[in-house]
């Protein structure tokens, strides 16, 4: 498996509730390295273009909103296979079906407050490390 870089952030129902240090435990845990981070809010117009994919969606507002409502983590984590990895160690999207041991299953509240937020896929990690990270803010 080839050695990948995936983006992160860690949502504001975590960075309210002091969880970043939580969240980064169970990252390094499962072998993944941070390779950059930093604490931003952002703004309206950053949140809706990271998640212009969902623009459609019945639920875009409130996830806008909700990503703009308090400062959050982003991140870059490398590793092998990292984009799967991080997927794996996140768990479901709805905390209600994440499995034991998962991120979400850890610490999500709701389908929408869900801790995390990892690339689905190569293409859109490197979209989305490149919106937050210039290419030597990440030092592997
Ligand atoms: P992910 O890849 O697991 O993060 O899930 P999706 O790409 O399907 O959705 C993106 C994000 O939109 C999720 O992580 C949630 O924060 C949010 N979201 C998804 N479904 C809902 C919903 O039904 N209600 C609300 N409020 N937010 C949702």
Redesign the pocket.
């Known amino acids: 498996m080839a050695l990948e870089r995936t983006f992160s952030i860690i949502k504001p129902d975590a960075t309210r509730r002091n969880l970043t240090g939580a969240v980064n435990a169970m990252i390094e845990a499962a072998g993944l390295r941070i390779v950059a981070q930093k604490r931003v809010h952002m703004t309206r117009a950053q949140a809706e273009t990271f998640?212009g994919v969902?623009k459609e969606r019945p639920?875009f507002g409130?996830?806008v909103d909700f990503m703009i409502s308090e400062p959050v983590v982003v991140q870059v984590l490398e590793g092998e296979g990292a984009i799967a990895k991080y997927r794996d160690v996140?768990g479901a999207?709805n905390p209600a079906n994440a499995a034991d041991g998962t991120i979400r299953k850890a610490h999500a509240l709701s389908?929408?407050e869900?801790t995390v937020?990892g690339s689905?896929a190569p293409e859109t990690a490197a979209i989305e490390i490149a919106q937050f990270f210039a290419g030597n803010e990440i030092v592997g």
């Open positions: 998640y969902h639920f409130e996830l996140m999207t389908v929408g869900n937020h689905d």
